[in-house]
Each structure stands twice: as structure tokens, then as C-alpha cells.
């Protein structure tokens, strides 16, 4: 059993983009800057690390770039069971799912990091990362400073996130170490993240969920907030909105993960944090992270090399395909037509037209044969859905 997870503000780092410059996938970039109304491909390939620490950037460049390492791993007809995001991670979690459009994300990840900003702005914060200490005594830490700081992040065993005011943060610091920690380092953000000193930005954030469609997605995630699995799209707005001034309870999530069955665990997105975090916390999940088109060979493999996330006939319901098997996906929304040349069977060439979606041709980026057509004729596909299945060997 398969789950995909997404990292959050922090992963992001300069030039995180440039490696995927030439990759089908790097079409998203255009689409993004479009609907953000700024130029995300400089940030993704461009922008120092101060520019990229503003959480304004941070946040809309590391939503759409795990969007095109997870479009680029559906290129190859690798799907999960199941999801989970750190964070901002959560966003690209219910976008991976379909819970969340890809172009409603844009904006609601800019409202979110807007309103983070401007909460931090006016209420200056800080976070630091407590080493060596249980979550219990990090938390006792907390309370013993009688200051404003609480647990931002729970994130693996023996690595906790404080977060609140310099005066609370440096206080609990010290009682931590009187505790027992090994290390408390302070971490370059612009705010108190997941505390309440976020509660203006949930104001703000409220109001932009209302104007969302948040609906199920195809496959469960479990959230931030209390660590349980969820699809009912009517939940998701309260579940984002409590996660903004919440605890992230990433040791929790990473725990149900395993719990519901995952055996293998991909972190889809800039950097490798998460799979440190899975590899701290969990004995028998295997773990890989997807961060460059490098990255997709060794996924295929990874996949490939355990019995039980191959399947044959159910390949077709999208979930852990062979690793031969390639999907084809539509260029954009629109009407499908199939290539009435091809039938299953047929051999298919790099760059065939295997049909053409409102009049944009698909073509296929693989070469192999045609298992057969996963969309139907005259049939109003999206972007990103399936058309094609092909056996590369």
C-alpha cells in the first residue's frame, strides 16, 4: 500500500526548479504564473534563499513544484492509496486527490500565506526545533516558561517544533535543555506558525475557504489536526481553518499511515525532510523521496521491487501499476476523440497522437504497446485524467 506525502514551508531551497526545466511536466509552471499572477518559474529557478524564506514565496513555490514532481509521477501511472501533507503540504495533498482544483489551490494557498504574513507582521514570532526530548516534557517546557509559546510541530520522535513569542521560544528553549534535550536550534520563519498568534490569518483564511469548492477526493488523507484519515469534502474547511493556529501532528499522521496498512511511503516535492521524519518514526514502511526528474527512474524501481504494490487487472483503477505500464494523461479539459488508427494492441511510437482532447492533440511520451484507452469516446475528459494505458516492455 502506497502514500504519497507533501512537504511544507521550509523545504523549499534556491534553484529547487531548474532541474525540471526540460520535462513535459514543466508546463504547470506556465499555468501557475498565469493564475498567480506572477512570475513562479524566477522563484522556482531564480530567487536566493531570502526571497524564498518570505512565506508568501515559500509557500506558492513549494505547492506548485511537489504539483509537477506529482504530475510528472502520474506520467508514469503511479498512484497512491492514500495521502498526507506537512503543513502547506495539506493543500497539495487534497489537490493530488482531486479534493482541490489545481487552479482554486493557487489562490487559496496565496490567501493563506498573505494572511500568515501579515499575522506575523503584526504580532512578531519565532520557532525552534527541541532534539532529544519526549513530546510530553517538550510541551511541559512550554508551560514551565509561562511565556507565549506552545507545540507547533510534532514531527518525528525525539524532534519537536516550539513556536511564540523570541521571549517565550528562548524561555522554553532553556527549560527544555534543563529537561534533558540535546539541541534546541531557532529556525529562520517569518511568524508563529500553527499557534495562536495565528488567529488573525484564520480569520482571513476563513473567508477564502468559504469561496472554495472542497469536495472528496479519490483517496483518504489523513490530516494535520487530529491524525485520522478524512474524505468528506464538507469537513475540509474546518479542518484547514483549525490546522492554521494547531498543532501539526506529523508523528501521529505518519503512525495512522502505517496503522491503515501503507508499506511503502513517497515524499513527492523539493528536499527530503519528510522521509527523514517517516525513517525516525516508522520500523517496517519503506521510504523514498521524489525531488528531481532524477528521482523517477529509482521511484519505478522502488515500486517495482515489492510484490505488493503490483497489481495486473486492477492497474486499470489507476493504483500501483507494473512498472512497464505507462498512463497518458490529457494536455487539458475538453471532449475526448480517439486515434480511430489504433486499437488495442497497436504499437505506439514517442510523440503518437493517440487521440485529441478540444482539439489539442495527445500524444504519448512513451513508446510500447496499447493496452487500451481509459477514456471514452465523445466523453468530456480533464486535465491530467487518464486517456491511455501503454506496456512499455
Not at 200 to 206: F, G, H, K, S, V
Request: negative net charge.
Amino acid at each position: 500500500m502506497l502514500a504519497f506525502t507533501f512537504p511544507g514551508q521550509g523545504a523549499q531551497r534556491p534553484g529547487m526548479g531548474r532541474p525540471w526545466i526540460d520535462h513535459a511536466s514543466w508546463e504547470l509552471i506556465g499555468e501557475a504564473s498565469e493564475l498567480a499572477g506572477r512570475d513562479v518559474a524566477a522563484l522556482l529557478c531564480d530567487a536566493d534563499a531570502d526571497e524564498l524564506r518570505d512565506t508568501r514565496n515559500a509557500q506558492l513555490s513549494t505547492y506548485v513544484l511537489s504539483l509537477l514532481v506529482l504530475d510528472a509521477v502520474e506520467r508514469l501511472g503511479i498512484a497512491p492509496s492514500i495521502c498526507a501533507g506537512h503543513s502547506l503540504g495539506e493543500y497539495t495533498a487534497l489537490t493530488a486527490t482531486g479534493a482541490l482544483s489545481f487552479d482554486e489551490g493557487i489562490g487559496l494557498v496565496g490567501a493563506r500565506a498573505a494572511a500568515m504574513h501579515d499575522a506575523g507582521n503584526a504580532q512578531p514570532g519565532t520557532m525552534a526545533a527541541v532534539l532529544g526530548l519526549d513530546d510530553d516534557q517538550v510541551d511541559i517546557a512550554c508551560r514551565r516558561a509561562d511565556r507565549d509559546v506552545w507545540v507547533a510541530n510534532y514531527n518525528a520522535p525525539g524532534q519537536v517544533v516550539i513556536a511564540g513569542s523570541p521571549a517565550g521560544v528562548e524561555a522554553a528553549g532553556v527549560v527544555a535543555k534543563e529537561l534533558g534535550a540535546k539541541r534546541v536550534m531557532g529556525l529562520q520563519v517569518s511568524g508563529a506558525f500553527h499557534t495562536p498568534f495565528m488567529a488573525a490569518a484564520r480569520d482571513r483564511l476563513r473567508a477564502a475557504l468559504a469561496a472554495t469548492d472542497l469536495r472528496a477526493g479519490d483517496v483518504p488523507i489523513v490530516t494535520n489536526v487530529d491524525a485520522l484519515e478524512h474524505n468528506d469534502g464538507a469537513q475540509w474547511s474546518s479542518l484547514l481553518s483549525a490546522q492554521l493556529a494547531s498543532p501539526v501532528r506529523w508523528r501521529q499522521s505518519l503512525v495512522t499511515l502505517a496503522a491503515s496498512g501503507v508499506t511503502q511511503i513517497a515524499e513527492l516535492g523539493p528536499g527530503s525532510v519528510l522521509t527523514g521524519m517517516a525513517k525516525r518514526t516508522l520500523d517496517d514502511v519503506r521510504t523514498l523521496a521524489v525531488a528531481t526528474p532524477d528521482d523517477l527512474d529509482g521511484l519505478i524501481e522502488w515500486v517495482g521491487a515489492d510484490p505488493a504494490t503490483a497489481t495486473t487487472s486492477a492497474a486499470l483503477e489507476g493504483e500501483h501499476l507494473f512498472a512497464v505500464e505507462r498512463i497518458v494523461v490529457s494536455p487539458c479539459n475538453g471532449v475526448f476523440a480517439r486515434n480511430p488508427a489504433l486499437t488495442d494492441g497497436s504499437s505506439v511510437d514517442v510523440g503518437s497522437v493517440l487521440g485529441h482532447v478540444a482539439g489539442e492533440e495527445v500524444r504519448s511520451p512513451f513508446a510500447g504497446v496499447l493496452e487500451g484507452f481509459l477514456a471514452v469516446e465523445t466523453e468530456r475528459v480533464t486535465i491530467r485524467q487518464p486517456i491511455a494505458w501503454l506496456r512499455t516492455s
